[in-house]
């Protein structure tokens, strides 16, 4: 099937630190990406809406300004986690559709100090 | 917006029994429900898909019923085994590839040897 990937797999920051996560549809061209959360024992939370050449559609409740999304070309959409604090510690996972089927990243771990 | 309803949270059963999960979903037009399993620290991996001019859809010990009537949708897993243990979720996505998708809230299947 298609494969996304998301880089990097883990990382640990400090408190106040900015982190950006890569998302990219490795084999085929998506104008949509999708991002999500995922806490420990839920389900996943939509975040918001990644449009390539356009502004990302974002989730009630998820600030814009912390969590900023850019998708500037048809196989990379980037999450900025800015000014992260310990409560934003969780699974980032981003999803790509191909022919209706949605395909998902393996998934960073953030975990901040 | 979409609402999707999953039941029970957690599953319990013997290796070779039959294990089923149900969904519920509220809009009406979602028409492609795609079920994942999700082991610990990992990507969902799609198991198995229904679009709604189908009713039902097997793949081996694996199948899909949907009712749209009703809106509900249901996951079989026939003869289960051990590595069958995992989280399952459904999901109810307007079939575009931009279309959002909303996730039940996840069943854990454990399946005891």
């Known amino acids: 099937g298609a494969v996304v990937s998301q880089h990097p797999s883990w990382v640990i920051c400090k408190s106040g630190t900015s982190v950006k996560i890569e998302c990219r549809s490795l084999?085929?061209?998506?104008?949509?990406m999708f991002w999500y959360r995922q806490f420990p024992k839920q389900s996943l939370m939509l975040m918001a809406t990644?449009?390539?050449?356009?502004?990302?559609?974002?989730e009630q409740g998820v600030e814009k300004d912390k969590f900023l999304i850019n998708h500037a070309s048809l196989t990379l959409s980037t999450l900025t986690v800015t000014s992260a604090h310990p409560e934003d510690s969780s699974f980032y996972i981003c999803s790509a559709g191909l022919a209706g089927v949605r395909f998902f990243g393996p998934g960073t771990r953030l975990t901040v100090l | 917006g979409e609402n999707v309803e999953q039941h029970p949270s957690t599953l319990s059963v013997q290796e070779g029994d039959s294990a089923v999960i149900k969904c519920t979903y509220s809009d009406s037009a979602s028409n492609y429900f795609p079920w994942y399993k999700q082991e610990l620290g990992k990507r969902p991996q799609l198991i198995i898909d229904?679009?709604?001019?189908?009713g039902e859809k097997k793949d081996q010990r694996i199948a899909v019923t949907l009712n749209k009537t009703a809106k509900h949708f249901s996951l079989h897993i026939t003869e289960t085994q051990p590595e069958d243990s995992a989280v399952y979720f459904c999901a109810a996505i307007v079939n575009t590839n931009a279309g959002k998708s909303t996730f039940g809230d996840g069943t854990t299947l454990t399946v005891k040897p």
């Open positions: 084999d085929f061209q998506a104008t949509t």
């Open positions: 990644s449009n390539e050449g356009s502004k990302a559609t974002y």
């Open positions: 229904i679009r709604s001019n189908v």
